[in-house]
């Protein structure tokens, strides 16, 4: 059994303008110890993903419309705020953005750390410091700044106070969004590793939100590509990178300068992402798919598996498969 | 390790705070200032050379002497004695009226701000009902309905100072509430409470602590308008802006006897100002140095 798993989660937001479709349809599953990279545009509903698997989705004006988030076979959809606090920190854990942001800037990183360990587990006070001590001291920095504030803290540093505090209670899924976007590339490695590193010691799961495709090669073990709100093909690393099958996913690629190649100019994909709130008729990449055919506006594509473990949602899969294979 | 890790801990909670007031100067000086004051007053019975309520026509309206620091008012009663004594009462006054319009105020507004929606518009409405009616004549109408008397007053100017820290609570947490580390605490699996109590409350202070030293001097004026007519400190009792109104209409002949408890108003005011915004910069620290 998978450790998660979405079924046809669909997180729409109410607002006064209309209703934002951020995540429509969503299909995607965790197994232990696997790393899966989220990928996609900015306003793809990534965030929100994570937050609806949280259950912290703001409501109002968010609501999940339908769908089920089996964690161990539970669904967390229908579980009430209090139990939910007890498997937020302890069973799932995120990482934020920001790491600027995400301390409380009047409180101590011990004090910070101590307090999850002390939500979820019976531990003295005194306990529940020693505790946050080792875990300050396995993310890389030392004890004796247990009792400094975040404002002492280099960027880097206090992600690293970030995912201290989300390993503090062993979660079994990690949700890391987007956790190296605000550092800089030379920490952005350090702390990807140290995170890998980390996973593998506790044997977490992890699923990684980001819209850096390189970050994904690095670290993942299976990649799903997100676009508004859906996903338009998933599978292993190497289903992906080396056999890629949606239009989409081709283009992300063909927007990365290549070492290899000498490309004078990019192919970047035309037009911008579609207002969330007015969607397309049938497939929704369809205005910026340069293999589009008639049918494609019309209908919304089915998901098919075109290799064990590898679905696209797109029935021209074999015309983007072709080309990609020439290069 | 964990042993050093927690002393360097406890270090940086209370020390290290104390340790920035210490370092602003003018802060220190408006301490030691607002310390001599309270020991001044709270010494009274010993300090005060004649009882508050002790007439002696000989001497009425007498300028400062030797015998009289502070010279004597129309009923020949000592001044300096009377403002001793009165800063008993308006120190106590100024400091409990605050901390009811904090208390009652304060969790309206961090109530209001929190939860937002419906919530929000109840409380934030009946804090405008508060707001429609000018502060002073809320505490006129309180202190008619309760009568007179120290309690009363204290009361009355309480109540008449909650909206201003509603408001102040409320732009403070409707700030902080928003930030990404509060979603960071939900996400940990924080409790509403654990929420507001630990992480929106302390950082929201800052502003609060800064209206509340000036609240202080404001609710001691406040309360000096409602014993000028009548309503709050009754005679004989002395009280800093009772005596400010008792000498007003001998002002032109007689400076003396509202010079006195008028300086004795300012320098307080200003030991809380000075007070209030070294705690600002101590308290806070995003502004370190």
């Given at each position: 059994m998978n450790l998660l798993e979405l079924k046809d989660l669909t997180i729409h937001y109410f607002t006064d303008e209309g209703v934002v479709k951020?995540?429509?349809?969503?299909?995607?599953?965790?197994?232990a110890g696997e790393t899966v990279g989220l990928v996609g545009e900015t306003g793809a509903g990534k965030t929100t993903t994570a937050l609806g698997i949280m259950n912290l989705v703001p409501d109002p004006p968010g609501k999940i419309v339908s769908g089920e988030i089996l964690y161990q076979g539970e669904d967390l959809a229908k579980k009430n705020q209090m139990e939910m606090r007890d498997i937020r920190g302890r069973q799932i854990s995120m990482i934020f953005q920001d790491?600027?942001?995400a301390l409380n800037p009047v409180l101590t990183v011990g004090d910070q750390i101590a307090e999850v360990i002390r939500l979820h587990e019976e531990l003295s006070r005194a306990d529940a410091y020693i505790k946050a001590a080792k875990m300050l001291e396995m993310v890389g920095i030392p004890s004796e700044r247990l009792g400094e504030y975040p404002h002492q803290f280099s960027g880097g540093m206090k992600q690293r106070v970030v995912i201290a505090i989300a390993l503090a209670c062993s979660p079994k899924l990690l949700i890391a969004d987007e956790p190296t976007t605000a550092l800089d590339v030379t920490i952005q490695a350090q702390v990807l590793k140290m995170m890998n590193d980390l996973k593998q010691n506790l044997g977490t799961s992890m699923i990684l939100i980001t819209h850096d495709l390189g970050v994904v090669a690095e670290t993942c073990d299976k990649v799903a590509i997100m676009y508004a709100g859906e996903i338009v093909e998933s599978g292993s690393l190497e289903d992906i990178f080396l056999h890629t099958a949606h239009p989409y996913t081709k283009g992300l690629f063909?927007?990365?300068p290549s070492l290899k190649k000498d490309t004078k100019r990019l192919k970047p994909i035309k037009g911008l992402m579609p207002d969330p709130r007015s969607l397309p008729e049938g497939c929704s990449f369809s205005p910026r798919c340069p293999y589009v055919k008639e049918k494609c506006a019309l209908e919304d594509p089915q998901v098919t598996e075109i290799a064990?473990?590898?679905?696209?949602?797109c029935p021209y899969w074999r015309d983007v498969h072709l080309n990609r294979e020439e290069l | 390790m964990s042993e050093q890790a927690l002393s360097s801990k406890k270090k940086s909670m209370g020390a290290e705070k104390f340790h920035a007031f210490m370092k602003n100067k003018l802060a220190v000086a408006g301490a030691m200032l607002l310390i001599a004051m309270i020991l001044?007053?709270?010494?009274?019975?010993?300090?005060?050379?004649?009882?508050?309520?002790?007439?002696?026509?000989?001497?009425?309206?007498?300028t400062p002497s030797f015998h009289h620091l502070a010279g004597t008012d129309e009923l020949g009663r000592d001044i300096f004695s009377r403002i001793l004594y009165g800063g008993r009462v308006s120190l106590t006054i100024g400091i409990i009226s605050v901390g009811i319009?904090?208390?009652?105020?304060?969790?309206?507004?961090?109530?209001?701000?929190?939860?937002g929606g419906i919530t929000e518009t109840v409380l934030m409405r009946i804090i405008d009902i508060l707001m429609a009616i000018p502060s002073i004549i809320l505490a006129i109408s309180i202190c008619a309905a309760l009568g007179s008397g120290i309690v009363n007053t204290m009361i009355a100017v309480g109540i008449s100072s909650i909206p201003t820290y509603a408001r102040v609570f409320r732009s403070a947490v409707i700030s902080e509430k928003s930030k990404e580390y509060i979603e960071a605490s939900r996400a940990v699996g924080a409790g509403n409470m654990r929420i507001i109590l630990r992480h929106i409350l302390p950082n929201s202070l800052a502003p609060v602590i800064v209206q509340a030293s000036l609240g202080v001097a404001q609710a001691i004026t406040t309360a000096a308008s409602l014993s000028f007519i009548g309503l709050g400190i009754q005679p004989p009792n002395p009280e800093w802006g009772a005596l400010l109104s008792g000498g007003r209409q001998y002002i032109r002949d007689y400076p003396h006897m509202v010079v006195y408890p008028g300086i004795a108003i300012m320098l307080t005011v200003l030991a809380l100002n000075l007070i209030g915004d070294g705690l600002r910069d101590a308290l806070d620290p995003r502004l370190k140095r």
């Amino acid at each position: 059994m998978n450790l998660l798993e979405l079924k046809d989660l669909t997180i729409h937001y109410f607002t006064d303008e209309g209703v934002v479709k951020a995540v429509n349809g969503l299909t995607l599953s965790v197994g232990a110890g696997e790393t899966v990279g989220l990928v996609g545009e900015t306003g793809a509903g990534k965030t929100t993903t994570a937050l609806g698997i949280m259950n912290l989705v703001p409501d109002p004006p968010g609501k999940i419309v339908s769908g089920e988030i089996l964690y161990q076979g539970e669904d967390l959809a229908k579980k009430n705020q209090m139990e939910m606090r007890d498997i937020r920190g302890r069973q799932i854990s995120m990482i934020f953005q920001d790491p600027m942001t995400a301390l409380n800037p009047v409180l101590t990183v011990g004090d910070q750390i101590a307090e999850v360990i002390r939500l979820h587990e019976e531990l003295s006070r005194a306990d529940a410091y020693i505790k946050a001590a080792k875990m300050l001291e396995m993310v890389g920095i030392p004890s004796e700044r247990l009792g400094e504030y975040p404002h002492q803290f280099s960027g880097g540093m206090k992600q690293r106070v970030v995912i201290a505090i989300a390993l503090a209670c062993s979660p079994k899924l990690l949700i890391a969004d987007e956790p190296t976007t605000a550092l800089d590339v030379t920490i952005q490695a350090q702390v990807l590793k140290m995170m890998n590193d980390l996973k593998q010691n506790l044997g977490t799961s992890m699923i990684l939100i980001t819209h850096d495709l390189g970050v994904v090669a690095e670290t993942c073990d299976k990649v799903a590509i997100m676009y508004a709100g859906e996903i338009v093909e998933s599978g292993s690393l190497e289903d992906i990178f080396l056999h890629t099958a949606h239009p989409y996913t081709k283009g992300l690629f063909e927007s990365i300068p290549s070492l290899k190649k000498d490309t004078k100019r990019l192919k970047p994909i035309k037009g911008l992402m579609p207002d969330p709130r007015s969607l397309p008729e049938g497939c929704s990449f369809s205005p910026r798919c340069p293999y589009v055919k008639e049918k494609c506006a019309l209908e919304d594509p089915q998901v098919t598996e075109i290799a064990e473990g590898h679905f696209v949602k797109c029935p021209y899969w074999r015309d983007v498969h072709l080309n990609r294979e020439e290069l | 390790m964990s042993e050093q890790a927690l002393s360097s801990k406890k270090k940086s909670m209370g020390a290290e705070k104390f340790h920035a007031f210490m370092k602003n100067k003018l802060a220190v000086a408006g301490a030691m200032l607002l310390i001599a004051m309270i020991l001044l007053v709270a010494l009274s019975p010993v300090l005060a050379p004649y009882g508050y309520d002790e007439q002696n026509y000989e001497v009425a309206r007498q300028t400062p002497s030797f015998h009289h620091l502070a010279g004597t008012d129309e009923l020949g009663r000592d001044i300096f004695s009377r403002i001793l004594y009165g800063g008993r009462v308006s120190l106590t006054i100024g400091i409990i009226s605050v901390g009811i319009g904090l208390l009652c105020g304060g969790s309206l507004g961090i109530l209001a701000a929190y939860y937002g929606g419906i919530t929000e518009t109840v409380l934030m409405r009946i804090i405008d009902i508060l707001m429609a009616i000018p502060s002073i004549i809320l505490a006129i109408s309180i202190c008619a309905a309760l009568g007179s008397g120290i309690v009363n007053t204290m009361i009355a100017v309480g109540i008449s100072s909650i909206p201003t820290y509603a408001r102040v609570f409320r732009s403070a947490v409707i700030s902080e509430k928003s930030k990404e580390y509060i979603e960071a605490s939900r996400a940990v699996g924080a409790g509403n409470m654990r929420i507001i109590l630990r992480h929106i409350l302390p950082n929201s202070l800052a502003p609060v602590i800064v209206q509340a030293s000036l609240g202080v001097a404001q609710a001691i004026t406040t309360a000096a308008s409602l014993s000028f007519i009548g309503l709050g400190i009754q005679p004989p009792n002395p009280e800093w802006g009772a005596l400010l109104s008792g000498g007003r209409q001998y002002i032109r002949d007689y400076p003396h006897m509202v010079v006195y408890p008028g300086i004795a108003i300012m320098l307080t005011v200003l030991a809380l100002n000075l007070i209030g915004d070294g705690l600002r910069d101590a308290l806070d620290p995003r502004l370190k140095r």
